[in-house]
């Protein structure tokens, strides 16, 4: 007995200098997003009501898993409620991956009236729930804010003959083209479906890649047959940048050119493939049945992250258009964005009403 | 053994129907060239399915037919009380720990204080030490320093866990 | 501008106190986060991304990138622990290290032996790694990227080649579980059409059985019940580990003897996390695959061979390294870590790619600096630490068996934040305790299950880009050799076998089993 006991204490102390080591190495660094923290020095929340709205740890769902989609803007956002104060309580991202979107939507809808918890929206959150045929609707979720929109571009390989999206459209009339995306059914195909139908070309032989920066790599490499893309800004940069370069942007799927380290890309409504309303949504909605206050209190919040240098910093360099929208301008932006998918998701079979 | 090498290939049979059934409709190749690439959803784990079907089978006939060592799976009656008494504490409190119900930190608790104090028959203090210090430690790293969430008890609104 | 002088430059910048400060908390947090069940590089870099936009403003995005890469070598290292020491893996690229890496640490009792080989071999992977990604990184990038889907699917079906058989006694029952494997992971959603299978309308199900659970389930928890089982009948007696310097100088012997291997593996290992999107799981597979395939003693394997350990090793943490390179000379992740780490760079208002070298080259060469030193720093605080972790061996039964149990849920939850998963580790563990008892071998089963999504779905892409032309395969020179050298491993053993036939013709058959 003595034996073990002398065991037990030395097992528990190691035990205790582990976390003693791993609280105490990520207090100076992570002291504002320890609960502990926040409820001494955080100030009171900014809303009129006497009670607090917030009374425990918010998660900040996400439905793809660390560094996917849109894990990072949840991660940004975080970082800059909690460097500026913003929330009384710690944010947490928190990753739901699974069924492109599915596993979250599911697990946010059933947490009604509750603004503990948020989720970052792709635009998968309008496919997959009328491709999965799921028991809830797009518009049953509390609609938060709406922070940017991430355009589209059109993306051939560097070594590419098309020098417009007119050559690319005659080329597609011919013969079907091999294209790349991001999931099934979500909104690279929902772009390629649309281009199919505008310009009437042959069905693409759409190829589906798990994450943005694969699908242009897949292009730079011609890896797989791919010969075009519409990857957001962002994700072809790199690889245009490359000396020499791999991949080129053809056209913008914007109303005006863009500017900045994409200066001198034409619009692809001037080429004549007039896409200019369709973006990728980078917003946040929340849990059916949140009251005003809670709404209000959450939109005041995104408002002032809207407002914080490292965000317009992100936006200017990744050729983001900012549209900053809450309360009912941003319910307007989602019932479009539902229609629009709707109607695709119909004419392409996807979707049974 | 006989019974029992048996039963389990047998099992593995019937899963592999089921799956097999399910993806039926994606079995063949589609030769209408409307279907990207020709294969369906239903292709890869239909014919996985089909392959473990096929081994079963042959392993159900093996059993059947090869010598078997003559004793069984357990060596008697109480071997399987074990198994059952270290398997259904394990399971209860994995279900236990749902969010709702009594959530990680408590059922693990329990947990701990259990097997220490009456499988393992440690004095009771160190039962209960260990019921709450090894939980305790797992909140400061997971939920403070961390910020990995686990799931809370239905106590959840008023207590932190 | 010369590699070799701008790494200098980088070291400069990397040994900066402060810069050193960051790196040795990184490395630290890392280690602490890798043995925590559930806490991989990749959660541990994503928890603390929010955090480096402080620490990029304070100081700068090379101290900011350096504190999060720390994080990224320390849990490597970190991950390990948990897999050797409790069967439980940490992280995906850990589950080679089961089939070694436990028997060793337990049955043979060498704990010690079993985590200094485990670190030496990442060291050694990581350093060659990190030599081809300061001299060769461009390159490496313009190979990488003419990776199609026919290739990659070529490299799963080459590791599945050089680890058939591994474990099995019976071959039917090896192909059994082969199979159930791939179809367990078939379930869920299928990422090619977007349909969902086998998932019997749960939307939960909808993520599928994923192989973290199910080899927490099978070796974890499917362990912990045999062993229950023999101490109630006095089989097993707890095996006092002594851990001292003849750990130290035993491991060094093994890798003098193994140095071709690891180098080896460090450079596979370095190839394999350049390809964007797959790399560290199938490397260390492949790696531990080759290495048993060129062992005289292929017996060993799966019952505590040193090699078993450090092939894998070698090779997943030089993936790692290898993932930098599409990141910094394309802009591209080469893995999910390397995803974080991208996002982090567009955070501190950094663009990843090629011109980071020409704009940020202090960034850069300050990174690649870091990598050198962090590795090195990670090396020598787990060799220090090792007779402290081989400790954890004598924790009492009565508290090591739940707390492990307690472990393996913890893990399987925090992956994907899922009760279904805590459900399938159960399940896996009951299952797996009576498959090993039924004598099925459950390496091929986890192999098929890490394995098999991405083969299927790299098999269906390379389809849909020929327009379903099987000769796809054929006609892409990479993919047609892998699949000639996996065809020739698995034709050897009937091959061998003829020529053995012939040659002993005249002799008596060795008496069957």
Same mark, same amino acid.
């Given at each position: 007995?003595?034996?073990?006991?002398?065991?037990?204490a030395?097992s528990?102390?190691?035990l205790v200098?582990?976390t003693?080591?791993?609280?105490?190495?990520a207090?100076?660094a992570?002291s504002?997003?320890?609960?502990?923290?926040?409820g001494s020095?955080?100030?009171?929340a900014?809303?009129?009501?006497?009670?607090p709205i917030?009374?425990?740890?918010v998660?900040?769902?996400i439905s793809?898993g660390p560094?996917?989609?849109s894990?990072?803007?949840?991660r940004?956002?975080?970082?800059?409620?909690?460097s500026q104060?913003?929330v009384?309580?710690?944010?947490?991202?928190?990753?739901k991956?699974?069924g492109?979107?599915?596993?979250?939507f599911?697990y946010?809808?059933?947490?009604?009236?509750?603004?503990h918890?948020?989720?970052?929206?792709l635009?998968?959150?309008?496919?997959?729930?009328?491709?999965?045929?799921?028991?809830f609707k797009s518009s049953?979720f509390t609609?938060?804010?709406?922070?940017?929109?991430?355009?589209f571009?059109?993306w051939v390989n560097a070594?590419s003959?098309?020098?417009?999206?007119?050559?690319?459209?005659?080329?597609?009339?011919?013969?079907?083209?091999?294209v790349a995306?991001t999931?099934?059914?979500?909104?690279?195909e929902?772009?390629?479906?649309?281009i199919?139908?505008?310009?009437?070309?042959k069905?693409?032989?759409y190829?589906p890649?798990d994450?943005?920066?694969t699908?242009?790599?897949?292009l730079?490499?011609?890896?797989?047959?791919?010969?075009?893309?519409?990857n957001?800004?962002?994700?072809?940069?790199g690889?245009?940048?490359?000396?020499?370069?791999k991949?080129?942007?053809i056209?913008a799927?914007?109303?005006?050119?863009?500017?900045?380290?994409?200066?001198?890309?034409p619009t692809?409504?001037?080429q004549?493939?007039?896409?200019t309303?369709?973006?990728?949504?980078r917003?946040v909605?929340?849990?059916?049945?949140?009251n005003d206050a809670?709404?209000?209190?959450w939109g005041?919040?995104?408002k002032?992250?809207?407002?914080a240098?490292?965000?317009?910093d992100?936006?200017?360099q990744?050729v983001?258009?900012?549209?900053?929208?809450?309360?009912?301008?941003?319910?307007?932006?989602?019932?479009e964005?539902?229609?629009?998918?709707?109607?695709?998701?119909?004419?392409?079979?996807w979707y049974?009403p | 053994?006989?019974p029992?090498?048996?039963?389990?290939?047998?099992?593995f049979?019937?899963?592999?129907?089921?799956a097999m059934?399910?993806?039926?409709?994606?079995?063949l190749?589609?030769?209408?060239?409307?279907?990207?690439?020709?294969l369906?959803a239903?292709?890869?784990p239909?014919?996985?399915?089909?392959?473990?079907?096929l081994?079963g089978l042959?392993?159900?006939?093996?059993?059947?037919?090869?010598?078997?060592?003559a004793e069984?799976?357990?060596t008697d009656?109480r071997?399987?009380v074990?198994?059952a008494?270290?398997?259904?504490?394990?399971a209860?409190?994995g279900?236990?720990?749902?969010p709702?119900?009594?959530?990680?930190?408590i059922?693990?608790?329990?947990?701990?204080?259990?097997?220490?104090?009456?499988?393992?028959?440690?004095?009771?203090?160190?039962?209960l030490?260990?019921?709450?210090?090894?939980?305790?430690l797992?909140y400061?790293s997971?939920?403070?320093a961390f910020s990995?969430?686990?799931?809370?008890?239905f106590?959840?609104?008023?207590l932190?866990? | 501008?010369?590699?070799?002088?701008s790494?200098l430059?980088?070291?400069?910048?990397?040994?900066?106190?402060?810069?050193?400060?960051?790196?040795?908390?990184?490395?630290?947090?890392?280690l602490?986060?890798?043995v925590?069940?559930?806490?991989?590089?990749?959660s541990g870099v994503a928890?603390?991304?929010?955090?480096?936009v402080f620490?990029?403003r304070?100081n700068?995005?090379?101290?900011?990138?350096?504190?999060?890469?720390?994080?990224?070598?320390?849990?490597l290292?970190?991950?390990?622990?948990?897999?050797?020491?409790?069967?439980?893996?940490?992280?995906?690229?850990a589950?080679?290290?089961?089939?070694?890496?436990y028997p060793l640490?337990?049955?043979r009792?060498k704990?010690?032996?079993?985590?200094?080989?485990?670190?030496?071999?990442?060291?050694?992977?990581?350093?060659f790694?990190?030599?081809l990604?300061?001299?060769?990184?461009k390159?490496?990038?313009?190979?990488a990227?003419q990776?199609?889907?026919a290739?990659l699917?070529?490299?799963f079906v080459?590791s599945?080649a050089?680890?058939?058989g591994?474990?099995?006694?019976?071959?039917?029952k090896?192909?059994?579980?082969?199979a159930?494997?791939?179809?367990?992971?078939?379930?869920g959603f299928?990422?090619?059409?977007g349909?969902?299978r086998l998932t019997?309308?749960q939307?939960e199900l909808?993520n599928?059985i994923?192989?973290?659970?199910?080899?927490?389930?099978?070796?974890?928890?499917?362990?912990?019940i045999?062993?229950?089982?023999?101490a109630?009948i006095?089989a097993?007696?707890?095996i006092?580990?002594?851990?001292?310097?003849?750990d130290?100088l035993e491991?060094?012997a093994?890798?003098k003897q193994?140095?071709l291997?690891?180098?080896?593996?460090?450079?596979i290992?370095?190839f394999?996390?350049?390809?964007?999107?797959?790399?560290?799981?199938?490397?260390?597979?492949?790696?531990?695959g080759l290495?048993?395939?060129?062992?005289?003693?292929?017996?060993?394997?799966g019952?505590?061979?040193?090699?078993?350990?450090?092939?894998?090793?070698?090779a997943a943490?030089?993936s790692?390294?290898?993932?930098?390179?599409?990141?910094?000379?394309?802009?591209v992740?080469?893995?999910?870590?390397?995803?974080?780490?991208?996002?982090g760079?567009?955070i501190?208002?950094?663009?990843?790619?090629?011109?980071?070298?020409i704009?940020h080259?202090e960034f850069?060469?300050?990174?690649?600096?870091s990598? *050198?030193v962090?590795?090195?720093?990670?090396?020598?605080?787990?060799l220090?630490?090792?007779p402290?972790?081989?400790?954890?061996?004598?924790?009492?039964?009565?508290?090591?068996?739940p707390?492990?149990?307690?472990?393996?849920?913890?893990g399987?939850?925090?992956?994907?934040?899922?009760?279904?998963?805590v459900a399938?580790?159960?399940v896996a563990?009951?299952?797996?305790?009576?498959l090993r008892?039924?004598? *099925?071998?459950?390496?091929?089963?986890?192999v098929?299950v890490?394995?098999?999504?991405?083969?299927?779905?790299?098999?269906?892409r390379?389809?849909?880009?020929?327009s379903?032309?099987?000769?796809?395969?054929f006609?892409?020179?990479?993919?047609?050799?892998?699949?000639?050298?996996a065809?020739?491993?698995?034709?050897w053993?009937?091959i061998?076998k003829?020529?053995q036939?012939?040659?002993v013709s005249a002799?008596?058959?060795?008496?069957?089993?």
């Amino acid at each position: 007995m003595k034996a073990m006991s002398r065991s037990v204490a030395r097992s528990l102390a190691l035990l205790v200098t582990v976390t003693l080591l791993a609280t105490g190495c990520a207090s100076p660094a992570a002291s504002s997003p320890t609960p502990s923290a926040a409820g001494s020095s955080a100030p009171p929340a900014p809303t009129a009501s006497a009670a607090p709205i917030l009374t425990r740890p918010v998660e900040f769902v996400i439905s793809t898993g660390p560094g996917g989609g849109s894990d990072l803007y949840a991660r940004l956002w975080t970082g800059i409620m909690t460097s500026q104060k913003l929330v009384n309580v710690p944010v947490v991202p928190v990753n739901k991956p699974g069924g492109a979107g599915a596993i979250a939507f599911q697990y946010t809808i059933s947490k009604i009236g509750d603004p503990h918890y948020l989720m970052v929206t792709l635009n998968s959150f309008f496919t997959t729930i009328l491709v999965q045929n799921l028991p809830f609707k797009s518009s049953d979720f509390t609609p938060i804010a709406v922070l940017a929109k991430d355009p589209f571009f059109l993306w051939v390989n560097a070594d590419s003959t098309w020098k417009t999206a007119q050559d690319f459209i005659a080329a597609a009339k011919e013969k079907s083209i091999t294209v790349a995306g991001t999931g099934s059914k979500q909104e690279d195909e929902v772009m390629f479906r649309r281009i199919e139908k505008l310009a009437g070309t042959k069905p693409f032989n759409y190829i589906p890649y798990d994450e943005g920066s694969t699908v242009a790599a897949s292009l730079a490499g011609h890896a797989g047959g791919t010969e075009v893309t519409v990857n957001n800004p962002s994700e072809g940069l790199g690889l245009w940048q490359a000396s020499p370069p791999k991949v080129r942007p053809i056209c913008a799927f914007l109303p005006d050119p863009p500017a900045g380290a994409f200066q001198g890309v034409p619009t692809c409504k001037s080429q004549g493939l007039d896409i200019t309303d369709y973006f990728n949504l980078r917003s946040v909605v929340g849990p059916p049945g949140l009251n005003d206050a809670q709404i209000a209190y959450w939109g005041d919040v995104f408002k002032k992250v809207n407002d914080a240098k490292e965000w317009k910093d992100f936006v200017t360099q990744n050729v983001l258009v900012a549209d900053f929208r809450t309360g009912a301008d941003a319910k307007k932006l989602f019932d479009e964005y539902t229609k629009l998918h709707t109607d695709i998701a119909i004419q392409n079979g996807w979707y049974n009403p | 053994m006989r019974p029992y090498q048996t039963a389990t290939a047998v099992i593995f049979v019937l899963i592999a129907a089921v799956a097999m059934f399910d993806s039926r409709a994606g079995a063949l190749p589609d030769p209408t060239g409307l279907v990207p690439g020709g294969l369906r959803a239903g292709w890869f784990p239909f014919w996985a399915a089909t392959i473990v079907a096929l081994a079963g089978l042959v392993a159900t006939v093996r059993a059947l037919t090869t010598a078997q060592p003559a004793e069984g799976a357990f060596t008697d009656r109480r071997q399987i009380v074990d198994l059952a008494k270290f398997v259904v504490p394990m399971a209860l409190v994995g279900w236990l720990m749902s969010p709702g119900l009594l959530g990680f930190y408590i059922a693990s608790g329990l947990y701990l204080g259990y097997y220490a104090g009456v499988v393992a028959r440690y004095r009771w203090y160190y039962a209960l030490a260990s019921g709450i210090v090894i939980p305790v430690l797992i909140y400061l790293s997971f939920e403070l320093a961390f910020s990995a969430l686990l799931p809370k008890s239905f106590l959840y609104p008023t207590l932190p866990f | 501008m010369d590699a070799f002088g701008s790494l200098l430059g980088g070291f400069g910048t990397a040994l900066q106190p402060t810069n050193l400060v960051f790196l040795l908390a990184g490395v630290l947090l890392g280690l602490i986060i890798g043995v925590l069940p559930g806490l991989g590089g990749t959660s541990g870099v994503a928890i603390l991304l929010p955090i480096s936009v402080f620490i990029a403003r304070d100081n700068s995005a090379t101290t900011a990138i350096i504190f999060l890469a720390g994080i990224y070598w320390g849990a490597l290292f970190g991950g390990v622990i948990t897999s050797i020491l409790f069967n439980i893996p940490g992280e995906p690229w850990a589950v080679a290290l089961l089939f070694d890496g436990y028997p060793l640490a337990r049955r043979r009792g060498k704990p010690g032996v079993a985590l200094a080989s485990s670190f030496v071999a990442s060291w050694v992977g990581a350093f060659f790694a990190t030599i081809l990604l300061t001299f060769l990184a461009k390159t490496i990038a313009d190979i990488a990227l003419q990776f199609g889907p026919a290739d990659l699917f070529a490299i799963f079906v080459l590791s599945f080649a050089t680890l058939i058989g591994l474990g099995a006694e019976s071959p039917i029952k090896a192909v059994m579980m082969v199979a159930f494997g791939l179809l367990l992971a078939a379930v869920g959603f299928d990422r090619i059409t977007g349909e969902p299978r086998l998932t019997f309308g749960q939307v939960e199900l909808l993520n599928g059985i994923g192989f973290v659970p199910v080899t927490i389930g099978l070796f974890g928890i499917g362990e912990v019940i045999a062993a229950n089982e023999e101490a109630a009948i006095g089989a097993a007696g707890a095996i006092a580990a002594k851990v001292g310097l003849k750990d130290l100088l035993e491991t060094l012997a093994a890798l003098k003897q193994r140095f071709l291997l690891v180098a080896a593996n460090g450079i596979i290992g370095f190839f394999f996390g350049s390809l964007p999107g797959h790399g560290a799981t199938a490397g260390s597979f492949l790696g531990y695959g080759l290495a048993r395939q060129w062992s005289k003693n292929k017996e060993e394997f799966g019952k505590g061979e040193i090699s078993g350990i450090m092939a894998p090793q070698a090779a997943a943490d030089a993936s790692a390294v290898g993932a930098m390179v599409p990141l910094l000379s394309l802009g591209v992740p080469g893995s999910p870590t390397g995803a974080v780490l991208m996002a982090g760079l567009f955070i501190w208002g950094l663009v990843p790619g090629p011109l980071l070298f020409i704009q940020h080259p202090e960034f850069v060469w300050g990174f690649i600096a870091s990598i *050198y030193v962090g590795h090195f720093l990670t090396f020598l605080i787990t060799l220090t630490a090792v007779p402290l972790l081989a400790l954890i061996m004598r924790v009492p039964h009565g508290v090591l068996t739940p707390l492990i149990i307690i472990i393996s849920v913890i893990g399987s939850y925090t992956l994907n934040n899922s009760m279904l998963d805590v459900a399938i580790t159960i399940v896996a563990g009951v299952v797996g305790y009576w498959l090993r008892k039924m004598k *099925y071998p459950l390496a091929p089963l986890v192999v098929a299950v890490v394995l098999g999504n991405a083969t299927e779905v790299e098999l269906r892409r390379a389809l849909i880009g020929s327009s379903g032309q099987w000769t796809v395969f054929f006609t892409s020179p990479a993919s047609a050799v892998f699949l000639a050298i996996a065809a020739l491993l698995l034709a050897w053993p009937f091959i061998g076998k003829a020529l053995q036939v012939r040659r002993v013709s005249a002799a008596p058959p060795a008496a069957a089993k």
